[in-house]
């Protein structure tokens, strides 16, 4: 074999392998990446479909209720304009509190309720996670603008309801 | 006061390191020995100066002088004492001067260990380390200041973090710290053969046991983070695929592929070049490692915004390292040659594909990381890459390049042929493939991937021993022929099968771990993989600084007692944090872990998880086995003697250049 010829070869194997390798990253990005959306998106209905997604906001005040069983949790997140129920089968992390922070993982079913199949509320006490903290800056925003543009009418009511 | 000595150590230790950053690299070239002695002084005054910093810092945390900002921050008067001393790098100022510390070691090290190098050589090392720690230094006097004060000083502090409050955290960063600066001797030995400009056998041969001992510290730091996820979280993942993990496994990955391309560069002087650039790679990965994590960036882009002078000092830092290194690389670099030929059945061409895997994964590693960093920062909107995509990647990188595992002992250097290699491992394949298809079968449960990782397994721990067999070869005493083989044979041997060992433990908790989360109330019993559990209920017990609910679960098997479990959920009396504290009974073949949820409101009852993880300990034993392999190949005798043969082998190696160029 010419040094030409194996020179070749290592290159175009190495090329080949390089190549490989992108496709499955590409693949693997496409088919695994969590969009993140905030529950006013969720109500205005821009939310993907039968697709895992994530939300974040609050876990509204006095909204947790436990089934009999123990484990099936229901709450709703908020970002202080809109707000969204979420059902939850399984054991909720140690920093989970009404009032606190929130993250969590799953599809939304029957139209209007969030079946997560994962719960996020990680660090410590007074941690925000960045979604929520996201959202919640969104929301404000929004209600400033409608505020403005309605002359200064009390914005929670014209968005909310 | 005593703030304050530490405050002036670090400004005088920031001097020193100017002072060791420049006279050595400009005595090295002027060749000028007095300028060039200079290197080992001003290191061990430079590490005296930084004890004494972080000695005066020590000091601020064991006698709760709540006057110093980050003590405040980091401790409390409640806290227990080893875990006050712990607290020193439970944030990102102390953390700094920690990995300032552990640079100041590694230099006075390499000053006291190198004493056959060639002065010019040690000259350069110390001082590229010099300016090293001259970029950490800045960075902390100028943003990060450990010793800045709080006026008036707080009445008490806000206390560590309860998730930090444990054995395996205290060990867990100075070990990994240890991995990260390592990887800066490696480095160093890097840019200083090429500002020399003299890149051969003998300098990978110098750099080598370097590295090794890197790359064992790192190994360790990963393992004791992954058990302290495992015992501390609470549910019982040992590997979650979270940035601040990714952020410790680049450096593992680079460093790995470097490990092997050093030994090619030692042994056949080839990929000289390639093994320059896995250097500069490790350490910058290491840099990025250590900034990702304490500058609080990964938890949000806008923590560069809250607070602009670190994170532009840290690009900047960044930017200068990698971008230097890169510069002199592409300048020097031509001079190098390319070294050694070899055919395209070799051993080095197995270990070049063994790099070209690993800096593959670490790349998708890096993409998955830092690929919602960039979306966020360049206004895409928020997203979260997770497990699934690495594993994904990371299955289809990772089988391959263990199968190779088991080829690159075999094969020859320089030439091998495939029919001698199918020869001997034709059977190592049939055999392999027969365990695969059948051991999952008996175990109850059979998956493609199951099946993949025995595979897997079973071929490196079989590979290894026909290569053994083939080594002590011969007639006579076992004992002797056993000692044919150098130790650096043996250390290879072993790690590799802590990969394997590795393997069992992640296959086997993957395809059979029991997990269930269930309500359980006084007198309940629940049945999890053949175990029985039982819950008695919870008491209150008291803590040093937390309260805690602890729950008794006795666990028996066909009616006999196998052992009791006390769970508990803690209370942190001074940041009223709840924090899970799961029990373990660990075992050869399975783990019984429990924890407590939260209890049912209104009745005795409590959500707990109960988990059998089959084989989980492997996962770190064979962590463990790797590490050991490191550290018996760097005890190898030909590193203990190159002081006298050094010379020799430098000549050895240019001859070898000659006969294959």
């Given at each position: ?161 | ?542 803590g040093p600084n937390y309260t805690a609910s602890q729950g008794r679960v006795v666990v028996s098997k066909n009616g006999k007692v196998v052992t009791q479990l006390f769970p508990e959920k803690r209370t942190y009396s001074v940041t009223g944090m709840p924090m899970t504290e799961a029990s373990i009974e660990p075992g050869f073949t399975r783990d019984l872990y429990v924890s407590l949820g939260e209890p049912i409101p209104g009745t005795t009852a409590w959500a707990v998880r109960v988990y059998i993880k089959p084989f989980v300990d492997w996962i770190w034993f064979g962590c463990l086995m790797m590490a050991i392999g490191g550290g018996l190949s760097i005890s190898d005798r030909r590193y203990r003697i190159h002081a006298r043969k050094a010379q020799t082998v430098a000549t050895g190696g240019e001859l070898l250049k000659e006969k294959t160029a």
């Open positions: 074999m010419t040094p030409r010829k194996k020179r070749t070869i290592f290159i175009v194997g190495g090329l080949a392998l390089v190549g490989a390798a992108v496709g499955l990253v590409l693949f693997a990005l496409k088919n695994n990446v969590s969009l993140y959306f905030t529950p006013t998106q969720v109500y205005k209905k821009e939310v993907p479909e039968n697709r895992s997604f994530r939300i974040g906001g609050l876990v509204e005040k006095g909204s947790l209720e436990r089934d009999k069983d123990g484990l099936t949790v229901r709450f709703r997140i908020t970002d202080t304009t809109n707000t969204m129920k979420v059902v939850y089968v399984g054991i909720l992390p140690d920093l989970f509190k009404e009032g606190k922070g929130v993250v969590a993982e799953g599809k939304l079913e029957d139209g209007n309720t969030f079946h997560a199949s994962e719960v996020l509320a990680k660090h410590d006490e007074n941690y925000m996670p960045p979604e929520a903290a996201d959202a919640i800056k969104k929301a404000k925003a929004a209600k400033a603008e409608a505020a403005q543009s309605s002359n200064g009418a009390p914005a929670a009511y014209s968005v909310t309801k | 006061m005593i703030p304050e000595i530490g405050n002036f150590a670090l400004i005088v230790a920031l001097f020193l390191s100017i002072l060791q950053g420049a006279l050595p690299i400009i005595g090295a070239a002027r060749n000028n020995s007095v300028l060039m002695g200079t290197a080992r002084p001003i290191a061990v005054a430079q590490f005296l100066i930084v004890t004494v910093a972080i000695v005066c810092l020590v000091h601020a945390f064991v006698s709760n002088d709540f006057s110093v900002l980050y003590v405040a921050q980091h401790s409390n008067s409640q806290l227990p004492i080893q875990y006050r001393v712990a607290a020193l790098w439970g944030g990102h100022e102390g953390s700094l001067l920690l990995w300032t510390f552990i640079l100041t070691i590694w230099t006075v090290a390499v000053a006291a260990f190198s004493r056959h190098l060639p002065q010019e050589m040690l000259s350069r090392v110390i001082g590229v380390m010099g300016l090293i720690s001259t970029g950490f230094l800045l960075f902390m006097l100028l943003t990060s200041n450990p010793f800045d004060r709080l006026l008036p000083a707080a009445m008490d502090g806000q206390d560590l973090n309860p998730l930090l409050q444990d054995p395996g955290l205290v060990a867990h960063p100075p070990m990994l710290y240890m991995g990260y600066v390592g990887f800066s001797v490696a480095f160093s030995f890097a840019l200083s053969a090429l500002l020399g400009g003299k890149l051969d056998s003998t300098w990978a041969r110098w750099s080598r046991p370097w590295t090794t001992v890197a790359w064992v510290f790192l190994t360790v730091g990963i393992a004791l983070g992954s058990m302290w996820a495992y015992y501390e979280l609470g549910w019982g993942g040992w590997w979650f695929w979270d940035p601040v993990e990714n952020a410790s496994f680049m450096p593992w990955l680079a460093g790995t592929a470097l490990i092997h391309s050093l030994a090619v560069t030692e042994k056949r002087a080839a990929f000289k070049s390639w093994t320059v650039l896995l250097a500069i790679a490790a350490f910058s990965l290491s840099l990025l490692g250590t900034f990702l994590v304490r500058s609080g960036v990964l938890t949000s882009v806008h923590a560069f915004a809250t607070d602009p002078k670190r994170g532009i000092f840290i690009l900047t830092f960044l930017v200068v390292v990698i971008g230097s290194s890169l510069l002199l690389f592409a300048w020097r670099a031509p001079k190098i040659g390319l070294g050694g030929k070899f055919d395209l059945i070799s051993r080095e061409s197995m270990l070049l594909s063994n790099n070209v895997l690993l800096a593959v994964a670490c790349a998708s590693v890096f993409l998955g990381t830092l690929y919602p960093l960039f979306m966020d920062a360049l206004g895409f909107g928020k997203l979260s890459v997770g497990p699934p995509y690495f594993n994904t990647v990371f299955v289809p990188l990772m089988a391959p390049l263990v199968m190779m595992m088991g080829l690159g002992p075999i094969a020859r250097w320089k030439h091998a042929t495939l029919p001698d290699i199918w020869l001997r491992i034709r059977w190592a394949l049939v055999a392999s493939m027969v365990i695969a298809v059948l051991l999952p079968l008996v175990m109850g449960e059979w998956t493609p991937l199951i099946a993949l990782g025995i595979l897997l397994a079973a071929w490196v721990v079989i590979t290894t021993v026909l290569d053994l067999r083939k080594r002590i070869a011969g007639s006579g005493d076992l004992v002797q022929r056993l000692k044919t083989p150098s130790r650096s044979y043996y250390g290879m041997q072993l790690a590799h099968l802590g990969i394997a060992v590795f393997i069992i433990g992640v296959t086997m908790v993957k395809g059979y771990e029991t997990e269930r989360d269930v309500r359980m109330d006084v007198g309940d019993t629940v049945e999890a993989g053949g175990y029985q559990f039982r819950f008695d209920g919870v008491i209150d017990v008291p």
